[in-house]
């Protein structure tokens, strides 16, 4: 079995903030991941707020955001169980967060021994 | 409890209520690597009590009686057994001897030792199911022929996960006399665990025998309340595990008909809930709210509230989300299956169905059961193909019995 990061991404970040409908859904897509036994990594969600993010760059530059320079933000991760990439990316279809026209970028977590 | 006439009516209750105490007291007196001497002495005082009372009826307070036995049969071990000089003495450190003469069973004693002999049993290197044995022996009273009849399992398999059991709690280190707060801290999740599978063997048991399923229930929440008479194990937890144990008795009586078949949630007769058990189930919830964390016990036990809750419309959104919860902090194909049942009943059964087939647990019967259930008003070919390999699958007769049932009314329905 394989392990598959499902990286969420947003554009808007008033979509972060879930109504109790959106946060109901979002925890039954995670519930029927976990109810399949196939759930790595709860995950981790990640502020978007003003002050909550920050970029280390060379010569100790730091900046504010990354939401500041690119439109797009990571809005959290969870990893899952799968046997091949197409299965983690079924899983990722039925995420409802494609409703608030977010996206989720699938990738294979490299396996340490 | 009505009170009983005879000394054969009150015998097996007292024996199981006061033998386990007994043993506690007596094996915290001479240490964990003597414990079949206090098992000795404890049964022999109570041999002693059918033989007595046969012929000169039941002393007013037997359990007075018995223990007044107990200690002079401890008095009597003393002197005459040079096992005491040769193998116990020297065990002991100096000072502690003074001890053993005065054998004292105070209500605080009993109470102490009792605790003690939870923390002892419970050890984390027995497997679970020799775990809940030795529970049901040591500290229930309950006998090898008792407990064979609750797993439905030959005395001699019993026997044998016995012996492995009491073999790592003679070598355990564990010090039975001066249980400390680091060893409580220690075990307390498993001491949990056990009280917390002991009630599903008794609930969820294969037996159909009905004293015996109340008998472990109401065991394991004794052992539960016990804990919650002592600071150091009246944790959140605990009173998380009490509730979810007095919901679930609550419908102990309403879960079987009189043939002691199982009676769908649906269809239970409401009245038959004990309402009293609920109140309790209340009162402990409440107090496992007095901290941050958040176990299994305590969404078991909110999932077991809503259920005694009367069908309104935030119900099973809640319980669904409250399995959501249960199924990421721990995976079971009992949840797995539940939180679908919950699922079908917020967004319909139709939208259920996929759900329920990603599982995929088709080797078990009430996967089966599950999809029976959910296909039963869309395909009722399908419907009963499932209840038929569910009874395939399962090994209680009273099961295959109600699936028969269904099928025979989905058939009816059919028009066939």
Aim: with cysteine; charged share 25%.
């Amino acid at each position: 079995m394989k392990e598959f990061a499902l990286i969420f991404r947003l554009k808007d970040i008033t979509d972060f903030k879930p109504s109790p409908e959106q946060m109901q859904e979002r925890m039954n897509w995670l519930g029927s991941i976990a109810a399949q036994n196939k759930l790595a990594g709860k995950g981790t969600t990640l502020l978007p707020v003003p002050g909550s993010a920050k970029t280390v760059k060379a010569d100790k530059v730091v900046t504010d955001g990354p939401y500041t320079e690119i439109k797009e933000f990571i809005s959290g991760f969870v990893v899952v169980k799968a046997e091949t990439i197409d299965e983690a990316v079924e899983m990722a279809k039925e995420n409802p967060i494609f409703k608030i026209g977010g996206n989720i970028e699938v990738r294979e977590v490299l396996k340490r021994d | 409890m009505g009170r009983p006439t005879s000394h054969n009516d009150l015998l097996p209750h007292l024996f199981r209520q006061e033998y386990a105490k007994m043993t506690a007291v007596l094996c915290r007196h001479f240490g964990l690597k003597h414990i079949e001497i206090a098992e000795d002495i404890a049964s022999d005082t109570f041999l002693k009590a059918s033989e007595h009372w046969a012929m000169n009826g039941v002393p007013d307070n037997p359990a007075a009686w018995l223990y007044t036995v107990a200690k002079n049969k401890t008095k009597d071990y003393f002197k005459h057994i040079s096992v005491f000089e040769t193998q116990i003495r020297p065990a002991l450190k100096p000072g502690e001897h003074e001890k053993e003469k005065e054998l004292e069973f105070s209500d605080q004693i009993i109470a102490d030792s009792q605790l003690a002999m939870i923390f002892t049993v419970c050890n984390p290197n027995n497997p679970p199911e020799g775990q809940i044995c030795l529970a049901l022996q040591i500290l229930c009273g309950f006998s090898v022929e008792e407990i064979a009849n609750a797993f439905l399992t030959k005395k001699e398999t019993i026997k044998k996960r016995l012996q492995r059991a009491r073999t790592n709690l003679r070598n355990d280190n564990f010090r039975i006399r001066l249980i400390s707060e680091t060893e409580i801290r220690s075990r307390l999740d498993t001491v949990l665990k056990t009280l917390y599978l002991l009630f599903n063997e008794g609930y969820f048991s294969k037996t159909n025998n009905q004293l015996i399923r109340k008998e472990l229930c109401s065991e394991a929440v004794r052992l539960a309340l016990l804990l919650t008479e002592n600071l150091l194990t009246d944790t959140p937890q605990t009173n998380a595990l009490l509730a979810l144990m007095c919901f679930q008795s609550s419908r102990l009586e309403a879960r079987t008909n009189h043939k002691g078949e199982t009676v769908l949630f649906e269809a239970q007769d409401k009245s038959l809930w004990d309402k009293s058990l609920i109140e309790k189930g209340n009162y402990y919830l409440v107090n496992a709210t007095n901290g941050n964390e958040i176990s299994t016990y305590h969404l078991e036990a909110g999932i077991a509230y809503w259920h005694t809750a009367s069908t309104g419309e935030k119900k099973w959104p809640h319980i669904l989300q409250l399995y959501n919860q249960l199924i990421l902090i721990e995976y079971s194909q009992i949840t797995a299956l539940n939180r679908i049942f919950a699922f079908a009943q917020v967004y319909g059964r139709e939208k259920a169905i996929p759900e329920a087939e990603k599982l995929n647990l088709s080797e078990s019967n009430y996967y089966h059961e599950l999809l029976g259930y959910l296909y039963a008003e869309l395909d009722i070919d399908k419907a009963v193909d499932h209840y038929k390999q569910a009874i395939n699958l399962t090994r209680s007769k009273t099961e295959k019995q109600t699936l028969s049932k269904e099928i025979e009314r989905l058939k009816e329905k059919n028009g066939r």
